[in-house]
């Protein structure tokens, strides 16, 4: 029996079989496609994510072998993304130049010296093209603007891609219990020693498509791992932690795969309808290349905005500027629920806030997001009539946060800069960190040594009665109160009091049974 041709297989094939695997196809048959053994497919099976995230930072390479100095390697490349993505022009000289310094910085070996062979081969293993590491730097402007608009409709075009099937996503930075710094918490954050700052920053990445009729379930990324508001709650959005709540490529191709595509297959069943898809994306350096994102039968399509058109563009960086104003107004609106005669009850009421509240917060505040806005926010990439833009909404909800303001004790001293400050103390920031030589160097050396994420501190000091929730017998009184009051109101409509008189039904049901767990579907299954 001759032995079997040893068969080396490329990245790509890896992840063509992973593919198939997922879609149900046997080892035996993708062994017999490929040329290799079964047991190959079962490696390959067992090393999902390794692959997944090896093709992230060394997509060209034909086998997995690792480069001479990995660390260097990876600092280095870490630095000429976060460099891309602000439009900085690298040359070769550059990243030598560049590689020696961070050589230095990590210990590196002395003898080392950026050849042309190592740059060579550096852009290699990264795909980097001549192209992108040359030319002038590349600032914002029209003419570059409208040179994009113009390919981007021939690639839409060429492609015939149905427009409900084009979308964006863009990340950004939440200061999600930040106010006005003339409110008395921030007068009090600042003045009191030891005091701990409010200023506690989420990451959140949106997205929908150009159309404006479907909306994505918003990624919100926290610190805590496992925070205790959030243990046995289901909040209809997307949750994932990172040390510092920044958006790194690991979570992105996890939304990528387990939330977009998914989301994307089930809203074209619903509809009827089928065709290419095109996800739109900054070119952030936690957003991984088209190559890797390409996986699914080819049907989900990958483009970049250049670095220098972005910030004129890119439609969710419209929305996403609403999606703050409306989750900061829905704030104020939290903190004039509670009683005004006492300064010192607000105070402890708002600090009290846990991340619970900021979900349940930027979820209303994402409902509320009109098809309008975001169809509206194309305008310009798709280079249409501009005349009803999206800041007339922005506008109107810039007018409610002022009035909302005049009517909080705490804020009674915040004037319009101090409001107009607050609204975009956070407008700066991506969503992904912006590191120095050495934070490369130290976030890389903690990756390696994958620490554990300890439980956010306040998350951790959350009262065990207050994480137990009202009884059944509290809830079925609190609801049937509800209930009265919504009847009298102008804003009562029959389908919202018949929800409020089923969650009331349950209510009473649980407490009359002691079933803790029935659930909505196991108490209206009809006999």
């Known amino acids: 029996m001759s032995k079997r041709k040893r068969v080396v297989l490329s990245l790509k094939d890896k992840i063509n079989i992973i593919d198939s695997l997922n879609k149900g196809e046997t080892g035996c048959k993708l062994a017999e496609k490929y040329g290799v053994g079964a047991s190959t497919i079962s490696d ?10 090896y093709t992230c930072k060394f997509k060209h390479r034909k086998v997995m072998k690792k480069p001479k100095n990995e660390l260097l390697d990876e600092a280095l490349f870490c630095w000429f993304l976060q460099e891309r993505s602000t439009g900085q022009p690298i040359s070769g000289p550059l ?11 990590i210990g590196g070996d002395k003898s080392f010296v950026a050849s042309n062979g190592w740059l060579y081969r550096f852009k290699s293993r990264h795909g980097i093209r001549e192209l992108e590491i040359q030319g002038e730097k590349m600032s914002a402007n029209v003419y570059a603007a409208n040179s994009f608009k113009d390919d981007f409709k021939k690639h839409l ?59 994505i379930p918003l990624l919100l990324i926290g610190k805590s791992k496992n925070p205790r508001c959030l243990k046995n709650v289901r909040v209809p959005l997307i949750y994932k932690n990172q040390k510092s709540a920044w958006m790194n490529s690991e979570i992105f191709i996890d939304w990528y795969d387990n939330t977009f595509i998914p989301e994307v ?25 088209a190559e890797l994102l390409e996986r699914e039968n080819k049907k989900f399509k990958v483009k970049f905005l250049p670095p220098n058109v972005t910030s004129l563009l890119q439609p969710m960086d419209q929305v996403i500027e609403t999606l703050k104003r409306l989750y900061r107004k829905q704030l104020l609106r939290r903190l004039l629920s509670v009683d005004e005669d006492n300064v010192e009850v607000v105070v402890s009421f708002f600090k009290k806030m846990n991340l619970k509240e900021c979900c349940y917060m930027i979820i209303d505040a994402w409902d509320l997001i009109e098809r309008k806005t975001l169809n509206n926010a194309w305008n310009k990439l798709l280079n249409r009539d501009i005349e009803n833009s999206v800041t007339h909404s ?31 103390c956070d407008s700066n920031d991506p969503g992904f960190q912006m590191m120095s030589d050495d934070e490369v160097i130290e976030n890389l050396l903690q990756s390696n040594e994958k620490h554990e994420i300890k439980e956010d501190e306040t ?47 349950i209510a009473a049901m649980k407490r009359k049974s002691g079933l803790r767990q029935m659930t909505i579907t196991k108490y209206y299954k009809p006999n």
Request: glycine share 4%.
């Open 44 to 53: 390959i099976k067992k090393n999902t994510d390794s692959i997944l995230l």
């Open 265 to 289: 297959k089930k809203r074209q069943k619903k509809i009827g309808k089928e065709g290419n898809v095109l996800l739109v994306l900054d070119n952030a350096p936690t957003h991984p290349s």
């Open 95 to 105: 990243l030598c130049e560049k590689a020696l310094q961070l050589n230095k910085k």
């Open 157 to 215: 075009d060429e492609n015939n891609y149905d427009l409900d099937f084009v979308y964006n996503a863009d990340e950004t930075g939440l200061n999600w219990k930040s106010l006005p710094s003339k409110s008395s918490v921030s007068i009090r954050e600042n003045s009191a020693p030891g005091y701990k700052s409010s200023k506690e920053r989420v990451t959140l990445l949106a997205c929908a498509n150009a159309t404006g009729t479907h909306k």
């Open 459 to 505: 998350e951790d000091n959350q009262d065990e009665e207050y994480n137990a929730g009202p009884s059944h017998d509290q809830a079925v009184h609190a609801l049937e109160t509800a209930m009265k009051w919504f009847e009298k109101q102008t804003e009562s409509d029959p389908m919202s009091l018949l929800q409020l008189k089923r969650i009331r039904d």
């Open 394 to 424: 922005d506008d109107s909800i810039l007018e409610d946060i002022k009035d909302l303001i005049l009517n909080i004790q705490i804020c009674k001293d915040c004037d319009n800069d101090d409001v107009q400050e607050w609204i975009t």
